[in-house]
C-alpha cells in the first residue's frame, strides 16, 4: 500500500492506495467523496472526468494517482451553490445541461480555458470542447454557456 498526498481544492488529502497506477478518477469518488468527475468512457474520449491540475484540463479516467501532482481542483471546488463560478452559473443561465453527465468536463475545460483566456472567441471555446462529448445535443447551449461566462469575467472568479 502506497500513501499520497493531494492537494485538492486547497486542502491537503492523503490517500491510501493498492496500486499507483489506480486512475485518479476512482481516487477522487471512492476514497476523497468527491463525485462531481464522472465515469464516461475510461477511454479519456470523452471528458466527463475532467478536473484541473495546475490550470490544466486533466482527464482522472487516465491519469493514475502516483501522477497527480499540483494544485487539483474539482467541480466541488470551483465555486459553491450560494456562490458558483462564473462558469457554472452561465451554465445555469443557458440551461446548458440536458442530461447533465458532461456537464463537469465542460465547465472544468471551459473554466481553464477561461483562466487563460480571458476573451477567447467562438472558435477557441469550440476548440478547447472539441474533444468533450455531449451525447443530448446542448453543445449550442454550452458554447453560448463559455462565452457568457467570458463576458462576465470568468477567470476572475474564484
Same mark, same amino acid.
Given at each position: 500500500?502506497? @500513501?499520497?498526498?493531494?492537494?485538492?481544492?486547497?486542502?491537503?488529502?492523503?490517500?491510501?492506495?493498492?496500486?499507483?497506477?489506480?486512475?485518479?478518477?476512482?481516487?477522487? @469518488?471512492?476514497?476523497?467523496?468527491?463525485?462531481?468527475?464522472?465515469?464516461?468512457?475510461?477511454?479519456?474520449?470523452?471528458?466527463?472526468?475532467?478536473?484541473?491540475?495546475?490550470?490544466?484540463?486533466? @482527464?482522472?479516467?487516465?491519469?493514475?494517482?502516483?501522477?497527480?501532482?499540483?494544485?487539483?481542483?474539482?467541480?466541488? &471546488?470551483? &465555486?459553491?451553490?450560494?456562490?458558483?463560478?462564473?462558469?457554472?452559473?452561465?451554465?445555469?443561465?443557458?440551461?446548458?445541461?440536458?442530461? &447533465?453527465?458532461?456537464?463537469?468536463?465542460?465547465?472544468?475545460?471551459?473554466?481553464?480555458?477561461?483562466?487563460?483566456?480571458?476573451?477567447?472567441?467562438?472558435?477557441?471555446?469550440?476548440?478547447?470542447?472539441?474533444?468533450?462529448?455531449?451525447?443530448? &445535443?446542448?453543445?449550442?447551449?454550452?458554447?453560448?454557456?463559455?462565452? @457568457?461566462?467570458?463576458?462576465?469575467?470568468?477567470?476572475?472568479?474564484?
Amino acid at each position: 500500500m502506497a @500513501r499520497y498526498t493531494l492537494d485538492v481544492n486547497g486542502q491537503s488529502r492523503a490517500v491510501d492506495v493498492h496500486d499507483p497506477q489506480e486512475p485518479l478518477l476512482y481516487v477522487l @469518488r471512492n476514497d476523497l467523496n468527491l463525485t462531481g468527475a464522472k465515469y464516461g468512457c475510461g477511454l479519456g474520449q470523452c471528458g466527463a472526468c475532467t478536473v484541473i491540475i495546475d490550470g490544466e484540463p486533466v @482527464r482522472t479516467c487516465m491519469t493514475p494517482v502516483s501522477a497527480a501532482k499540483g494544485r487539483i481542483v474539482t467541480i466541488e &471546488g470551483l &465555486g459553491t451553490p450560494q456562490k458558483p463560478h462564473a462558469v457554472q452559473a452561465a451554465f445555469i443561465e443557458e440551461q446548458a445541461s440536458q442530461c &447533465g453527465y458532461c456537464t463537469n468536463g465542460m465547465v472544468m475545460t471551459t473554466a481553464a480555458l477561461l483562466a487563460k483566456t480571458k476573451s477567447p472567441t467562438k472558435a477557441q471555446v469550440n476548440e478547447a470542447l472539441a474533444a468533450n462529448i455531449c451525447r443530448c &445535443g446542448t453543445h449550442d447551449r454550452i458554447v453560448k454557456a463559455a462565452m @457568457r461566462a467570458a463576458a462576465s469575467g470568468a477567470a476572475a472568479s474564484k
